[in-house]
């Protein structure tokens, strides 16, 4: 569930040897890191020379130039205080005797995607010529950082990804001490040759932070060879981490709301029009995020090899499970671009014409639920770095006899309704405007704090003509992610 964006989002990073990581930082660098003041922050590559293959002149470029943070942790927290108030960035530095917050200006930010236009990557021939070029927007989370020194701290506390929902409330960006993120991926059509790739902060960046010029480039050496469709490298996104052995839960129904969530909902974006296979189609997006007191744990059983499991509500406080009751059921789907079991309680989408009248509701019926979106880590309880981020493996095989599928406070789950058919089929219905109601929890059965915020609206104004139908979305709140 990934937003479209310029440029490619890194997923991971291979081969990279930490003793050249290590060699690059352990000279004058580390004499001139701020302990008190904050952190040194500068670009390191891995190598000096690299190869990557172009494919039909296409390169998908990944230099392996890191951003680093040394001396101490790089920590921004992004909020807005309301859907009608802007969205604000500050630098967090933690001292020893407290926290310093620098407020930032809001123009670095590209929304809760990350800091807009951070650097800029340059590509020049043999000659010194710039063949291509582009701006470089930098996600501190990544999926994949890596340690930087060997005094560093053990792992990284930050979020693993940034926010894909833009309705985000609250996010922590942040590149632990002494650790990096190779941020800087770009597509170019490169003829084979040999290149030399430089990555340079953007000045107002090397003004927030203090970084010197030294530190604030980077370069490499790459050839481009011609290879083949079978070349390419193929990326594997490391195996989630195993899921805790629960104790022993008692039945209950009546947990106490300390232990429980609230799952809220986020008005649809990314909306647009399709037409596939003689039907025209309503896509869109949406996500369910889980606040309040405690995660959402739901747990499927198999009995006497039924093709449906029967699914409990876990409740956590304190780190152990105190309870747990009966809530709906799981379902294996079978269908492209799921493969695993589905909570089949979990949502609903409904299209909703003149009155609130139902038009279409949404073929989606099932859910694995995961954590693809950060939305509010600022919340007291969330936490900032799940077990797992995306679907991995968590969501079970057709031969499970358990599934758990678990989300934490401060995250949601974001699907896109282009997958599988999902989406709305308006090819009979008449222009006009209607209503994308999303909603959690519709039957009930997950118990919450508050159900007050389980349901939104978002107005779409269907237009055009059978096989080239339009829609116009109006901002909600004057945020305007359709335009």
Same mark, same amino acid.
């Given at each position: ?117 951070? $650097? ?11 063949? $291509? ?14 340690? $930087? ?273 999902? $989406? ?60």
């Amino acid at each position: 569930m990934k937003r479209p964006r310029r440029g490619i989002r890194r997923t991971s990073v291979l081969g990279v040897a930490s003793a050249v990581m290590a060699a690059a930082l352990a000279g004058p660098a580390l004499a001139g890191t701020q302990a008190t003041k904050g952190p040194t922050v500068k670009l390191v590559a891995a190598q000096k020379d690299i190869t990557v293959q172009s494919l039909g002149g296409a390169v998908i470029l990944d230099p392996g130039i890191y951003v680093v943070s040394l001396g101490s942790a790089l920590q921004l927290d992004v909020q807005r205080a309301s859907y009608t108030e802007p969205i604000t960035v500050a630098q967090v530095i933690h001292l020893p005797g407290g926290s310093l917050t620098t407020p930032w200006p809001a123009s670095v930010l590209d929304g809760f995607y990350g800091l807009r236009d951070f $650097a800029h990557l340059t590509v020049a021939n043999a000659t010194g010529k710039v063949v $291509a070029s582009s701006p470089e927007e930098l996600c501190p989370n990544s999926d994949s950082p890596q340690r $930087a020194v060997p005094n560093s701290v053990q792992t990284s506390p930050f979020p693993q990804a940034c926010a894909l929902d833009p309705f985000a409330k609250g996010l922590v960006m942040g590149i632990a001490k002494g650790w990096g993120v190779d941020s800087f991926v770009s597509l170019f059509h490169l003829a084979p040759a040999t290149y030399k790739v430089t990555a340079t902060v953007a000045p107002q960046f090397m003004r927030l932070l203090d970084i010197t010029p030294a530190n604030a480039t980077a370069s490499v050496n790459v050839t481009v060879t011609k290879g083949s469709a079978g070349g390419a490298a193929r990326r594997i996104r490391p195996q989630a981490a195993a899921l805790p052995e629960l104790p022993a839960a008692p039945v209950t129904t009546r947990p106490p709301e300390s232990a429980l969530p609230d799952l809220v909902t986020l008005p649809a974006w990314g909306i647009d029009t399709a037409h596939l296979a003689g039907r025209d189609l309503l896509d869109f997006s949406a996500t369910v995020w889980v606040g309040g007191n405690g995660p959402l744990d739901v747990q499927g059983f198999r009995v006497n090899s039924s093709p449906v499991m029967t699914a409990y509500q876990y409740f956590w406080q304190n780190g152990q499970v105190i309870g747990r009751a009966r809530a709906g059921t799981m379902g294996f789907d079978s269908q492209p671009g799921h493969n695993h079991w589905h909570f089949e309680q979990f949502a609903a989408y409904t299209l909703l014409g003149q009155g609130g009248k139902v038009a279409v509701h949404s073929q989606k019926t099932g859910f694995c639920i995961s954590p693809t979106d950060p939305v509010d880590l600022l919340l007291p309880d969330a936490v900032w770095q799940p077990s797992f981020v995306g679907f991995a493996n968590q969501c079970g095989s057709p031969t499970a006899l358990w599934v758990q599928e678990m989300m934490p406070v401060g995250w949601g789950d974001t699907y896109m309704q282009s997958l599988a058919g999902q $989406a709305f089929d308006i090819t009979r219905l008449p222009n006009g405007t209607y209503d994308i109601e999303v909603a959690a929890n519709p039957e009930h059965v997950l118990y919450e704090t508050n159900t007050r915020d389980n349901v939104s609206l978002r107005e779409v104004i269907l237009g055009g003509t059978p096989g080239h139908r339009t829609v116009k979305v109006p901002a909600w709140h004057g945020i305007d992610p359709e335009s």
